[in-house]
C-alpha cells in the first residue's frame, strides 16, 4: 500500500503524494519542531523537506526506503533552518522554547528551563541523533543511515546529548545527581 | 524544597511535549506548491521511470520494427532484396557503422562508432578531481560536497552530492552522474561493488548487477567495469588507488530520450571517453 503510493508518486501521481504527506507529516513535525524548538522553523523544515522529497522522488530507487530517506531530507532541512537562523539568534537573547508549557507536573518550569537552555546548547546534529531515537523511537542503525554518520558517531552523540541534558537538571538542583549517571 | 528525581523521565516528559499534529495551514502550503515545482523536467532528467515497463517494451518493439523495416527497404533497394543483407561489401576499409557486433542485440552501443566529443565543453570537477566533458547544449550541475556511501548509495545522487551533466533533445531529459568515493583499506572492488549494489533489504543484488554481469572498460587509461542494471541506469566504476570514480547515466538503453545518442551506453561511452584523472599518476599507456 504504501510502496505502491511511493510508486504512484514517483511517477507524478500528486495524489498519492499527498496521501503520503497526510501519512508522514505529523512526525515528520514533531521531529523537526523537537529538533528545532521552533513551531515556525519546524514548519519551514517540513515544508523544505517535502517539496524536496516531492523534487527528488524519482530518484529514490527504493520506494521501501522513502521513510528514512525522507527523514534524512527532514534532518537536512532542519540543519538549514538552524543555520539560516543562527546569526539572527545569536545576537539576540536566547529566547525561550516556543511551545505549549507542559501540564505535567513532573516537569516544573525549572525544569524545563534548564533542559531548553541544555539543548540549545546541543549541535543540530545531537539534537537530530536525541530526537530521533528518544522521540521517533528509530534504532541506531536507521539513524546512522539518516544522518550519514558510522553508528559509534550516533552513539556518541547520543551520550553527549543525553549526558548534557542529565548534567544541566543536577547543575538546576532539581535532581539527585547520584541518579544522574554517565551513559 | 526540591525532591531528589532521576533526570530520565523528566528528560522523556519535557521531550514529548509539544506539538505532535502538522498545522493545517502547511499541509495546504506544501499541497499548494507541488503544483508550482519544476517536477516534471527534473523528474525526467535523472530517471526514466515515466514510461511503464509495458510502454517502454512497445516502445523499443517500435523502434525495433521500424529500423528492421527501414534496413530492410534500403538494403533491398542496393543489393536487389534481403539476401543483399549478407554480401560483403566491395569496399576495403571497415565501415564503422557495419562492424562487426560481438552482442547484436543486448549491447549494439558496444559496436557502434563512437559519438564525436571534438565541440564538447569541458568540465573540471573540483569536489571529485576529474576532467571531462558534456555536449554543448547540456548543462552541468557542480558537486558542493562528498558522496557518502552509507546514505548516498541508496539513491541517485541529489543535486550536490555529484556532478552533473544534464540535457538531452526535444525535452527528453537524460542526465549523467559522476562522482568519487573513498575505498576503505581492505576492501577489495567486488566487495565494494557488491556492498554498492546490495540490496537494501541486506540480501541480494539491487536492480541485477552482481560482478559476474559487469563488463569490462577503459576510461583514461585505467581499467574499470560497466553495469547495466534493470533500473534503467548503466554505471561504470573506475578504481584508482584507494578511490572509485563512478560515472552513471540514468536512462535505459533504449529510452527515447537517448534515442539520438545511439543508446545509452553509447553516450556513456562518449562521456568516458573525455575522463581525465587529476588526482593520480599518469595514466598507464
Same mark, same amino acid.
Given at each position: 500500500?504504501?510502496? @505502491?503510493?511511493?510508486?504512484?508518486?514517483?511517477?507524478?501521481?500528486?495524489?498519492?503524494?499527498?496521501?503520503?504527506?497526510?501519512?508522514?507529516?505529523?512526525? #515528520?513535525?514533531?521531529?523537526?519542531?523537537?529538533?528545532?524548538?521552533?513551531?515556525?522553523?519546524?514548519?519551514?523544515?517540513?515544508?523544505? /523537506?517535502?517539496?524536496?522529497?516531492?523534487?527528488?522522488?524519482?530518484?529514490?530507487?527504493?520506494?521501501?526506503?522513502?521513510?528514512?530517506?525522507?527523514?534524512?531530507?527532514?534532518?537536512?532541512? #532542519?540543519?538549514?533552518?538552524?543555520? @539560516?537562523?543562527?546569526?539572527?539568534?545569536?545576537?539576540? @537573547?536566547?529566547?525561550?522554547?516556543?511551545?505549549?508549557?507542559? /501540564?505535567?507536573?513532573?516537569?516544573?518550569?525549572?525544569?524545563?528551563?534548564?533542559?531548553?537552555?541544555?539543548?540549545?546548547?546541543?549541535?543540530?546534529?545531537?539534537?537530530?541523533?536525541? *530526537?530521533?531515537?528518544?522521540?521517533?523511537?528509530?534504532?541506531?542503525?536507521?539513524?546512522?543511515?539518516?544522518?550519514?554518520?558510522?553508528?559509534?558517531?550516533?552513539?556518541?552523540?547520543?551520550?553527549?546529548?543525553?549526558?548534557?541534558?542529565?548534567?544541566?537538571?543536577?547543575?538546576?538542583?532539581?535532581?539527585?545527581?547520584?541518579?544522574?549517571?554517565? /551513559? | 524544597?526540591?525532591?531528589?528525581?532521576?533526570?530520565?523521565?523528566?528528560?522523556?516528559?519535557?521531550?514529548?511535549?509539544?506539538?505532535?499534529?502538522?498545522?493545517?495551514?502547511?499541509?495546504?502550503?506544501?499541497?499548494?506548491?507541488?503544483?508550482?515545482?519544476?517536477?516534471?523536467?527534473?523528474?525526467?532528467?535523472?530517471?526514466?521511470?515515466?514510461?511503464?515497463?509495458?510502454?517502454?517494451?512497445?516502445?523499443?518493439?517500435?523502434?525495433?520494427?521500424?529500423?528492421?523495416?527501414?534496413? *530492410?527497404?534500403?538494403?533491398?533497394?542496393?543489393?536487389?532484396?534481403?539476401?543483399?543483407?549478407?554480401?560483403?561489401?566491395?569496399?576495403?576499409?571497415?565501415?564503422?557503422?557495419?562492424?562487426?557486433?560481438?552482442?547484436?542485440?543486448?549491447?549494439?552501443?558496444?559496436?557502434?562508432?563512437?559519438?564525436?566529443?571534438?565541440?564538447?565543453?569541458?568540465?573540471?570537477?573540483?569536489?571529485? =578531481?576529474?576532467?571531462? /566533458?558534456?555536449?554543448?547544449?547540456?548543462?552541468?550541475?557542480?558537486?558542493?560536497?562528498?558522496?557518502?556511501?552509507?546514505?548516498?548509495?541508496?539513491?541517485?545522487?541529489?543535486?550536490?552530492?555529484?556532478?552533473?551533466?544534464?540535457?538531452?533533445?526535444?525535452?527528453?531529459?537524460?542526465?549523467?552522474?559522476?562522482?568519487?568515493?573513498?575505498?576503505?583499506?581492505?576492501?577489495?572492488?567486488?566487495?565494494?561493488?557488491?556492498?554498492?549494489?546490495?540490496?537494501?533489504? =541486506?540480501?541480494?543484488?539491487? #536492480?541485477?548487477?552482481?560482478?559476474?554481469?559487469?563488463?569490462?572498460?577503459?576510461?583514461?587509461?585505467?581499467?574499470?567495469?560497466?553495469?547495466?542494471?534493470? #533500473?534503467?541506469?548503466?554505471?561504470?566504476?573506475?578504481?584508482?588507488?584507494?578511490? *572509485?570514480?563512478?560515472?552513471?547515466?540514468?536512462?535505459?538503453?533504449?529510452?527515447?530520450?537517448?534515442?539520438?545518442?545511439?543508446?545509452?551506453?553509447?553516450?556513456?561511452?562518449?562521456?568516458?571517453?573525455?575522463?581525465?584523472?587529476?588526482?593520480?599518476?599518469?595514466?598507464?599507456?
Amino acid at each position: 500500500m504504501r510502496t @505502491r503510493l511511493v510508486e504512484r508518486a514517483r511517477d507524478g501521481d500528486d495524489v498519492a503524494f499527498t496521501e503520503l504527506v497526510d501519512m508522514d507529516g505529523d512526525l #515528520c513535525y514533531s521531529i523537526a519542531y523537537r529538533i528545532l524548538r521552533d513551531v515556525e522553523r519546524a514548519q519551514d523544515a517540513v515544508q523544505q /523537506a517535502f517539496l524536496l522529497a516531492w523534487r527528488e522522488l524519482p530518484r529514490l530507487r527504493d520506494p521501501e526506503r522513502f521513510s528514512p530517506w525522507l527523514h534524512r531530507l527532514l534532518v537536512n532541512a #532542519c540543519y538549514e533552518e538552524h543555520r @539560516r537562523h543562527r546569526r539572527w539568534t545569536s545576537r539576540i @537573547r536566547a529566547l525561550p522554547f516556543d511551545g505549549p508549557v507542559s /501540564a505535567d507536573p513532573t516537569v516544573s518550569i525549572d525544569d524545563r528551563d534548564a533542559l531548553d537552555r541544555a539543548f540549545l546548547r546541543l549541535t543540530p546534529q545531537h539534537r537530530a541523533v536525541f *530526537v530521533l531515537h528518544h522521540h521517533a523511537g528509530l534504532p541506531l542503525a536507521e539513524i546512522a543511515e539518516i544522518v550519514g554518520v558510522p553508528i559509534g558517531t550516533v552513539k556518541s552523540r547520543l551520550h553527549h546529548a543525553i549526558r548534557s541534558l542529565r548534567a544541566a537538571l543536577v547543575a538546576d538542583g532539581q535532581v539527585d545527581s547520584t541518579e544522574a549517571r554517565p /551513559a | 524544597m526540591n525532591q531528589l528525581r532521576d533526570p530520565d523521565p523528566i528528560i522523556a516528559t519535557w521531550l514529548d511535549d509539544g506539538p505532535v499534529d502538522l498545522p493545517a495551514d502547511t499541509r495546504r502550503a506544501i499541497l499548494v506548491s507541488l503544483r508550482t515545482q519544476p517536477r516534471a523536467r527534473r523528474m525526467a532528467i535523472l530517471r526514466g521511470s515515466f514510461m511503464s515497463s509495458i510502454n517502454r517494451l512497445a516502445t523499443a518493439a517500435v523502434i525495433v520494427l521500424a529500423v528492421g523495416a527501414l534496413s *530492410v527497404f534500403v538494403l533491398s533497394n542496393r543489393a536487389g532484396g534481403p539476401g543483399g543483407i549478407a554480401t560483403p561489401s566491395a569496399s576495403s576499409g571497415p565501415s564503422p557503422t557495419t562492424a562487426p557486433s560481438s552482442s547484436p542485440s543486448i549491447a549494439p552501443t558496444q559496436s557502434a562508432s563512437p559519438l564525436s566529443t571534438a565541440a564538447w565543453l569541458p568540465f573540471t570537477s573540483t569536489q571529485y =578531481g576529474y576532467q571531462i /566533458a558534456y555536449p554543448p547544449t547540456w548543462t552541468a550541475e557542480r558537486a558542493t560536497r562528498n558522496w557518502v556511501f552509507a546514505t548516498d548509495r541508496l539513491t541517485v545522487p541529489l543535486s550536490g552530492q555529484a556532478d552533473h551533466f544534464l540535457g538531452g533533445p526535444n525535452g527528453n531529459q537524460v542526465g549523467v552522474s559522476g562522482w568519487a568515493a573513498d575505498v576503505p583499506v581492505g576492501t577489495s572492488e567486488d566487495a565494494w561493488l557488491t556492498s554498492y549494489y546490495q540490496n537494501d533489504a =541486506g540480501a541480494g543484488a539491487k #536492480c541485477g548487477v552482481t560482478t559476474a554481469t559487469l563488463l569490462p572498460t577503459i576510461v583514461d587509461g585505467h581499467p574499470g567495469r560497466i553495469a547495466t542494471s534493470t #533500473c534503467d541506469d548503466t554505471q561504470a566504476f573506475v578504481f584508482i588507488g584507494s578511490r *572509485v570514480y563512478v560515472f552513471a547515466i540514468w536512462r535505459g538503453e533504449t529510452d527515447p530520450s537517448v534515442q539520438s545518442y545511439g543508446g545509452a551506453r553509447r553516450l556513456l561511452d562518449a562521456f568516458l571517453s573525455t575522463v581525465t584523472f587529476q588526482a593520480v599518476s599518469p595514466s598507464p599507456s
